[in-house]
C-alpha cells in the first residue's frame, strides 16, 4: 500500500521560510517521480515543482514560474523524502500543499505538470503566508 505523508505546513511572515516534507512508504522510492502541487481556495489544483526518478539519467527538475528562484525541490532516496524548500514566501503562496508520486518516467514540463501523471497524493499540508 502507497502512501504520501506530507509535513512541515505552517504560519509565516511574508518574505520567511518554510521546509515541507513528504515520506513515500510502499514504494521503491529512488524509482519514483516526485512533485508538489497547491491548491488555494476556490482554485484549481496547481503544479509547483517536479523531480525525476533517481534511477534515470533523462529527465529533469521543473518548477513553476511563479515560484522559480524562491523555491527548490530535492530528495533524499535513504529516507524515503522528497522536500519543498521555500523562501522569500509571499502572501499568494498560501495554499494546502500536495505531495504527488508516478513510476512513471516523465519527459518535458508539460507532464510533470499535468495532475493525471502522478499516481499517489498526498493528504495536503496547510501554508499560510501573512502579509
Known amino acids: 500500500q502507497v502512501q504520501l505523508v506530507e509535513s512541515g505546513g505552517g504560519l509565516v511572515q511574508a518574505g520567511g521560510s518554510l521546509r515541507l516534507s513528504c515520506v513515500a512508504s510502499?514504494?521503491?522510492?529512488?524509482?519514483?517521480?516526485m512533485g508538489w502541487f497547491r491548491q488555494a481556495p476556490g482554485k484549481e489544483r496547481e503544479f509547483v515543482a517536479g523531480?525525476?526518478?533517481?534511477?534515470?539519467?533523462?529527465?529533469?527538475?521543473y518548477y513553476a514560474d511563479s515560484v522559480k528562484d524562491r523555491f527548490t525541490i530535492s530528495r533524499d532516496n535513504a529516507k524515503n523524502t522528497v522536500y519543498l524548500q521555500m523562501n522569500s514566501l509571499k502572501p499568494e503562496d498560501t495554499a494546502v500543499y500536495y505531495c504527488?508520486?508516478?513510476?512513471?518516467?516523465?519527459?518535458?514540463?508539460?507532464?510533470?505538470?499535468?495532475?493525471?501523471?502522478?499516481?499517489?497524493w498526498g493528504q495536503g499540508t496547510q501554508v499560510t503566508v501573512s502579509s
Open positions: 510502499g514504494v521503491t522510492f529512488s524509482r519514483y517521480t
Open positions: 523531480l525525476k526518478r533517481s534511477d534515470w539519467n533523462g529527465g529533469n527538475t
Open positions: 504527488a508520486g508516478t513510476g512513471k518516467f516523465l519527459f518535458g514540463s508539460t507532464n510533470y505538470e499535468s495532475r493525471l501523471m502522478y499516481d499517489y
